[in-house]
Every structure is written in structure tokens, then in C-alpha cells.
């Protein structure tokens, strides 16, 4: 069993990506239920370009998962994205400032590509971590929703099982400034995440 787990650097307004800690941290994590699993993991620079490289790259290693997580300011709980919107934002640039000349990825595709993973399974393991938890149905239409969808456009020929994951800021240090007060801790995201992660790998063994 093979497994791919992705976050992304920083970008502009978000200096630290907490997604890169959190794949490294579970990478390390040990338990039963991953003894036989070689997990690797990777950071896209937040870039078009990078993701298109990358993806390609990750694909071609032919796993039987790909596990991306990235971060939403806004949310307060884990969300797991259930499609990847055939969007992308022509305001916001990238992390080398580049902007999309146009708001689709792929204008003759559909409106939306959904994923195939078993959405309630996952959701279900999550929120027996305590963790707060939601499925959603909005990628954005930033970096995060065009890896997923890219992703997902990869596996249409292939048994790989493609996951995109939003968690919210978290926290690393003591609570020392106001504007991180509410900012959640990294045990109990990586804890969650890791329920979410057996459960990704036992339905793609079925």
C-alpha cells in the first residue's frame, strides 16, 4: 500500500502554511493499521505551475492514495471537500504573482469533478477524535481546489483514491498574541487526521 500525503508552502497572507507540518507529522505517526503502509509525503510551492509538475510527478509513482490537505483562514473545522470546482480566481495570485488569465481550469469540462472517496466513512472517523468536523462542497478557487482537481483528472483512469482536505490555523506555540487566541492546537488536528487516514486506506484495500 502506497501513500501520498501533500500540503502546501506559504502564500501570500499566509506566511506559515500549517499543512506542511501537519503531512510530516503524520508521516510519523505508528500504529497497527499502517504497518504495511509506505507513506510519502510532499509540499507544493503555491504556484500553478508547480502544481501541474507536481501533480504529474506524484501520479506517475502510481499510489494507492493521494492525500492533499491545505488551509482556509476562515473555517473553524476540518472540511473535507467532496468535488473539485472547475474554477479559479482571477483576483489572487499565486506565490510567484501570477494570475489566472481566465476563471475556468478546463473550459470543456464539467462545472465540477467529485470525488470517489467514501465521504461519510471519513467523516465518521473524524469526529470520533473530538475533532470538529464538516464535508463541504466548496474548494474555493484558489490553489488548493485547482491540486484537488488536477488530482482527481490525474486518477480518472486509475484505482488511486484522491482526497483534498481543508483544516483551519492552527496553533504550534503557547498562546502569546490575541490575533492566535483562537487559533486550535496541532496534536489534536494530527490525531484527526490520522483517523481520517485509516479510514481513507481501508476502502481503498476493498
Same mark, same amino acid.
Given at each position: 500500500?502506497?501513500?501520498?500525503?501533500?500540503?502546501?508552502?506559504?502564500?501570500?497572507?499566509?506566511?506559515?502554511? %500549517?499543512?506542511? &507540518? +501537519?503531512?510530516?507529522?503524520? @508521516? $510519523? /505517526? !505508528? #500504529?497497527?493499521?499502517?504497518?504495511?503502509?509506505?507513506?510519502?509525503?510532499?509540499?507544493?510551492?503555491?504556484?500553478?505551475?508547480?502544481?501541474?509538475?507536481?501533480?504529474?510527478?506524484?501520479?506517475?509513482?502510481? %499510489?494507492?492514495? &493521494? +492525500?492533499?490537505?491545505?488551509? @482556509? $483562514? /476562515? !473555517? #473553524?473545522?476540518?472540511?473535507?471537500?467532496?468535488?473539485?470546482?472547475?474554477?479559479?480566481?482571477?483576483?489572487?495570485?499565486?506565490?510567484?504573482?501570477?494570475?489566472?488569465?481566465?476563471?475556468?481550469?478546463?473550459?470543456?469540462?464539467?462545472?465540477?469533478l467529485r470525488g470517489t472517496a467514501p465521504f461519510r466513512r471519513m467523516l465518521g472517523a473524524v469526529r470520533t477524535s473530538g475533532f470538529p468536523a464538516r464535508l463541504s462542497r466548496d474548494a474555493g478557487r484558489y490553489?488548493?481546489?485547482?491540486?484537488?482537481?488536477?488530482?482527481?483528472?490525474?486518477?480518472?483512469?486509475?484505482?488511486?483514491?484522491?482526497?483534498?482536505?481543508?483544516?483551519?490555523?492552527?496553533?504550534?506555540?503557547?498562546?502569546?498574541?490575541?490575533?492566535?487566541?483562537?487559533?486550535?492546537?496541532?496534536?489534536?488536528?494530527?490525531?484527526?487526521?490520522?483517523?481520517?487516514?485509516?479510514?481513507?486506506?481501508?476502502?481503498?484495500?476493498?
Amino acid at each position: 500500500m502506497r501513500v501520498v500525503l501533500a500540503g502546501f508552502g506559504p502564500f501570500p497572507g499566509v506566511p506559515f502554511n %500549517p499543512s506542511a &507540518i +501537519l503531512v510530516r507529522a503524520l @508521516a $510519523r /505517526r !505508528r #500504529r497497527p493499521a499502517l504497518a504495511d503502509v509506505v507513506i510519502s509525503t510532499h509540499v507544493f510551492a503555491t504556484r500553478y505551475a508547480a502544481v501541474d509538475r507536481d501533480v504529474a510527478k506524484l501520479a506517475a509513482q502510481k %499510489p494507492d492514495v &493521494i +492525500l492533499i490537505f491545505g488551509v @482556509a $483562514r /476562515r !473555517r #473553524r473545522y476540518l472540511s473535507i471537500e467532496t468535488r473539485a470546482r472547475n474554477a479559479l480566481s482571477v483576483l489572487y495570485p499565486d506565490a510567484s504573482g501570477h494570475r489566472p488569465a481566465r476563471a475556468m481550469i478546463a473550459p470543456r469540462e464539467p462545472r465540477a469533478l467529485r470525488g470517489t472517496a467514501p465521504f461519510r466513512r471519513m467523516l465518521g472517523a473524524v469526529r470520533t477524535s473530538g475533532f470538529p468536523a464538516r464535508l463541504s462542497r466548496d474548494a474555493g478557487r484558489y490553489l488548493c481546489n485547482y491540486a484537488y482537481w488536477r488530482a482527481l483528472e490525474g486518477a480518472r483512469e486509475t484505482s488511486t483514491l484522491v482526497q483534498f482536505i481543508h483544516i483551519p490555523l492552527i496553533r504550534l506555540t503557547p498562546r502569546r498574541s490575541r490575533s492566535r487566541r483562537h487559533a486550535l492546537a496541532l496534536a489534536p488536528l494530527v490525531a484527526a487526521a490520522e483517523m481520517l487516514l485509516v479510514a481513507l486506506i481501508a476502502a481503498s484495500r476493498r
